[in-house]
């Protein structure tokens, strides 16, 4: 069977990811099946990663107005920067890859594997919230990060929130419609819609055995694949 793998931005809804409530479309008695990688409070990662870069660019500062006391509440007031990001990953939808359903456990196992390393192949995206939710129509990941950038030797802090300059340092930069490469590699999609600029930016389990090769096919909300060479065509997730 066919299947699509996407890869869109969410909203980013933090008490929905660790289940604060029972939303409609979730069945409770399969929440025990999810899976918490990393649920972190977002203050105290800013903290770690900013303290230092805030105390060296206010002690810079000439006029008491410049200063600023807490970085989260810098951006979160603000409209340069949001303070995080959310990715959403899935593999097939409900009809093909029902959560219960034997599909839906090896895709359950290729998100996984996935998002094991996430962070060690993207150092600059600070992961601090990152869930498998197993509980609703289809295996999905949610992967909370904060984009950043060290050694900043422009405007403001030396260590700061950039998305754009954290997935330039990983060798990216905005507005390609269309990037091929074989599986494993970093991928990044900047493109338009309604109006608004966004980078969706993932990364492939290693699937190069199965012959899995990323085309942008669709400028919309969701990245699509496409697996060029297929030896199996379960392995095949193009529409």
Known sequence: MKRTIS???GP????HNRRAFTAE???????RYNVVYKDEPIKQVYHELFDDALERYNSKQKRKDRCI???YEHLRTGKQEKVFHELIVQIGDKDNTGVTTEDGQWAATILDEYMQDFEKRNPTLRVFGAFLHMDEATPHLHIDFIPYVSGWKGKGMDTKVSLKQALKALGFAGGTKEISGTAGDIKLFSFSCAGEHFYTHFLLTDTSSIGIEVILEDLCDFCFFK???CPDDQFCFFN
């Open 7 to 9: 890869a869109m931005r």
């Open 12 to 15: 980013g809804s933090l008490k």
């Open 25 to 31: 479309n979730v069945d409770a008695e399969r929440t």
């Open 69 to 71: 006391s807490d970085y």
């Open 227 to 229: 697996c060029l060479t």
